[in-house]
């Protein structure tokens, strides 16, 4: 077996070096604005935060539709001892796998099958931080019908 060729990023240095970065907090994609997203799960993975190093479960998103189709969300969840933040993170992680998850380790082998949910969310501004609400479910057997985000408890069944 060959040893894979590599990529000569030599005829690039030029431009390179004359080059200017961005000032930070610029990029070539404007924000998405708040309001209620068709989306479709294309990542859902588990890692470590960048600032602190702490686990979480990242889930990136496409936009499905409207003037905004293709531009990425992201719901990251990071993991914590607070029995308050937990319950968030138990809620949305349910949501995600579309199951109820009842230990976090047994969710972490799971992350892979929210690939290619859809979901309605809305995005939601506050100060300087962009959130993701889960609202909606598509039931992928009857397309475009809306499923509650809420199992149905005991009290909710009628017989």
């Known amino acids: 077996m060959s040893e894979p060729s590599k990529f000569d990023f030599a005829e690039y240095d030029e431009s390179f070096k004359s080059a200017e970065p961005p000032p930070p907090g610029t990029g070539d994609y404007?924000?998405?604005?708040?309001?209620?997203?068709?989306?479709?799960?294309?990542?859902?993975?588990?890692?470590?935060?960048?600032?602190?190093?702490?686990?979480?479960?990242?889930?990136?998103?496409k936009i499905a539709d409207g003037e905004r189709a293709g531009a990425w969300l992201w719901h990251n969840m990071v993991m914590s001892a607070d029995p308050v933040r937990m319950g968030y993170i138990k809620r949305?992680?349910?949501?995600?796998?579309?199951?109820?998850?009842?230990?976090?380790?047994?969710?972490?082998?799971?992350?892979?099958?929210?690939?290619?949910?859809?979901?309605?969310?809305?995005?939601?501004?506050?100060?300087?931080?962009?959130?993701?609400?889960?609202?909606?479910?598509?039931?992928?057997?009857t397309p475009g019908e809306v499923m509650p985000t809420v199992p149905p408890t005991d009290d909710d069944i009628p017989f």
């Open 92 to 141: 949305d992680l349910s949501f995600i796998l579309g199951a109820h998850v009842e230990a976090l380790s047994e969710a972490a082998d799971q992350l892979l099958d929210a690939i290619g949910r859809e979901f309605r969310v809305d995005v939601v501004t506050k100060g300087e931080y962009q959130n993701v609400y889960f609202v909606t479910e598509l039931d992928a057997e």
């Open 30 to 61: 404007p924000p998405i604005e708040d309001g209620r997203y068709l989306v479709r799960v294309e990542r859902c993975e588990a890692k470590f935060t960048k600032k602190t190093g702490k686990p979480m479960i990242s889930t990136g998103m």
